[in-house]
C-alpha cells in the first residue's frame, strides 16, 4: 500500500519542469497534509474556509495556501488572512470584496479568474464569453492581482472528454494574456485533477489539483 509521501512523490516526479502540485486538502486531517507537505507538496488547496482554519495552525508557513473553493463574501475577511492565492473569484462583488478587506491589512491579493467552461448554470464561474471583461475590471483594483485562470470543467465518465473544456480555458488564457492589460500577470493556468491532470498538461496547465491521488491510499 502507498503511503501519502509515495503518492506526493510519484506525482512531482512525473510532473513536467514548470507545473507545480496543489495539494487537495478537502476533508484531510492535519496529520495527513503535514505528511503531504514533508515529501514535498509546496502548496495546499483547500475547498472549505472552516477546514483551512482548523489544519492551518498545525502546519503554519511550510507550505502555500490556495483557497479553491467557492468563497463567500462573508467569508472573504478570513480567507484573505490566511490564504496565499485565491482561485476562485468569478464576479467583480467578490473581487471589490477581496479588495477592501486586503487594504485593510495592507495586503495584495493574487487571484486567478474561475471560468465556468461548461457554461453551467448551477455551478460557480463567469461564463467564457464575460471573462475577458471581468479581468479588465478587476485589474483597475488595487489590493488584488490576477495571476491567471482557474476552472473545473463539468463532471464526465470518460476523463478525455474533459480536453474541450481545458482548451476553451487555454485559449482564453492566451487571450486575455494577449491583452496586455496594466496590472495583470497572466502567469497560472490551473486545470486538472486526479483523473484529469496529465490531459490538463497536456492542454497548458501548469496547476494541477491532486487529493485523491494523493491522498486515497
Excluded at 460557480?124 to 471583461?133: D, K, T, Y
Aim: hydrophobic share 40%.
Amino acid at each position: 500500500m502507498n503511503t501519502i509521501r509515495d503518492n506526493v512523490q510519484k506525482i512531482l516526479r512525473e510532473l513536467p519542469p514548470g507545473v507545480q502540485l496543489v495539494a487537495v486538502g478537502k476533508g484531510r486531517s492535519a496529520a495527513e497534509i503535514r505528511e503531504a507537505v514533508a515529501a514535498g507538496a509546496g502548496i495546499i488547496g483547500e475547498n472549505y474556509l472552516q477546514e483551512a482554519l482548523a489544519v492551518q495552525p498545525e502546519i503554519g508557513h511550510k507550505a502555500k495556501w490556495h483557497f479553491i473553493g467557492h468563497l463567500q463574501k462573508n467569508k472573504v475577511k478570513q480567507a484573505v488572512g490566511i490564504c496565499d492565492v485565491i482561485e476562485t473569484v468569478d464576479s467583480m462583488e467578490l473581487a471589490q470584496e477581496i479588495d477592501k478587506r486586503c487594504r485593510l491589512i495592507n495586503k495584495v491579493m493574487p487571484v486567478l479568474i474561475e471560468i465556468n467552461s461548461g457554461r453551467e448554470p448551477n455551478k460557480s464561474g463567469v461564463m467564457p464569453e464575460q471573462a475577458l471583461e471581468l479581468a479588465q475590471q478587476i485589474a483597475c483594483l488595487h489590493n488584488i492581482k490576477i495571476n491567471g485562470l482557474m476552472t473545473m470543467g463539468p463532471v464526465v465518465e470518460n476523463p478525455a472528454d474533459i480536453r474541450p473544456y481545458f482548451q476553451l480555458t487555454q485559449r482564453l488564457f492566451e487571450q486575455i494574456k494577449a491583452g496586455c492589460i496594466p496590472g495583470v500577470d497572466m502567469g497560472c493556468l490551473s486545470m486538472g485533477m486526479s483523473g484529469s491532470y496529465r490531459i490538463a498538461i497536456e492542454e497548458g496547465a501548469n496547476l494541477v489539483r491532486i487529493g485523491r491521488g494523493i491522498f486515497d491510499r
